[in-house]
């Protein structure tokens, strides 16, 4: 039952990213831009494998008016990722 919540959690999440990418116009900016906007530490770090790189970050929205969570993999190894998060939600 967990497990379904999660799918359809990610699947609200990913439908209403979308919508809201849509109904804000995109600027496209250059890498030295990029490189110039501050950033801060992530709340959360973990790790899903063995390997040093084998982990995501977590940066949570600071208010909740049309932002949302992020969520930084290091590796493409989503299966991995949600495994490792499967096993967590279960009591």
Not at 2 to 12: D, E, P, S, W, Y
Not at 15 to 40: H, P, Y
Not at 60 to 80: E, L, R, S, V, Y
């Amino acid at each position: 039952m967990k497990r379904l919540i999660f799918i359809v959690l990610a699947t609200f999440l990913t439908c209403s990213f979308a919508l809201s990418v849509q109904a804000e116009k995109l600027k496209q900016v250059s890498f030295s831009e990029v490189l110039e906007l501050s950033s801060g530490s992530s709340v959360k770090k973990h790790s899903y494998g063995t390997h040093p790189s084998q982990f995501f970050e977590y940066w949570p929205a600071k208010n909740d008016a049309g932002h949302f969570d992020m969520i930084h993999p290091k590796t493409d190894t989503w299966t991995i990722i949600i495994q490792q998060l499967n096993k967590e939600l279960k009591p």
